[in-house]
């Protein structure tokens, strides 16, 4: 009976809502808009043409080089030191795996993401930053979850999504939770809200990306 009453409590203690929930309750339509999208759907069954796989990774390369700086410009507000540890080591894994793909000048709503959440580091809080670069790590975890369980015909679709599926990747989008979800609540009403302001804006910008790559954004002439 004990043994039974230890069990009940600790689930109750883990179903216990965290302040990153509110953030996903905010971007639910976007998300659910996203996984919609006709680029998503073409690595599950194929039908993706290669130039606009190509096309998204090249940008990628792009993206992640921003990203890996914004994370240790991050790193530098920390307010623990094992905090800016684990971020800068992010940043390198980002900078690995930017160096395996080919690189390409930004497009349009690239360089409008990139430049929102260089912003948000840099002229917000520590709790802001981490909420501008959060849907980066924990959208592309829940569409990997999702993809993985349709699976793709493509191998080198495959190959992406059981990257975003696997339990490595996971463990670094709970990093990142945790570090947020340990910040929320010594945070006022009005710093969340612009926490949560700037994690949508960042997951809007995420659904644009999987549209550049669609469409293969360019600039104007």
């Known amino acids: 009976m004990r043994l039974l009453s230890c069990f009940l ?42 130039s606009r796989f190509e096309f998204f990774l090249r940008q990628d390369a792009a993206y992640l080089d921003a990203f890996a700086e914004a994370l240790r410009a991050l790193a530098a507000k920390a ?27 930004m497009a349009p709503s690239n360089y409008a993401y990139t430049n929102h959440f260089r912003a948000a580091v840099a002229n917000g809080t520590f709790a802001e930053g981490l909420a501008a670069l959060l849907p980066c790590y924990w959208i592309y975890q829940e569409v990997g979850r999702e993809l993985v369980r ?34 929320a609540p010594k945070l006022t009403a009005s710093q969340r809200a612009r926490c949560r302001e700037l994690f ?10 999987w549209d550049m790559a669609w469409r293969e954004e360019q600039w104007l002439p």
Do not use: C
């Not at 030191?81 to 000048?105: D, V």
């Not at 059981?162 to 990747?169: L, V």
């Open 9 to 50: 409590l600790a689930s109750a203690v883990f179903a216990q809502p965290q302040p990153s929930d509110e953030l996903w309750v905010a971007i639910a339509p976007i998300y659910a808009k996203t996984l919609q999208h006709p680029f998503l759907a073409g690595l599950t069954d194929g039908a993706l043409p290669r």
């Open 79 to 105: 307010p623990k030191r094992e905090w800016a540890e684990t971020l800068r080591r992010h940043a390198n894994e980002a900078i690995a795996s930017e160096k395996k793909l080919p690189p390409a000048p």
């Open 150 to 183: 349709k699976g793709s015909k493509n191998p080198d679709y495959q190959k992406w999504i059981d990257n975003y599926a696997g339990e490595e990747y996971a463990k670094s989008v709970r990093q990142v939770l945790a570090m947020y979800n340990a910040e």
């Open 200 to 209: 949508v804006l960042s997951a809007r910008y995420e659904y644009m990306f």
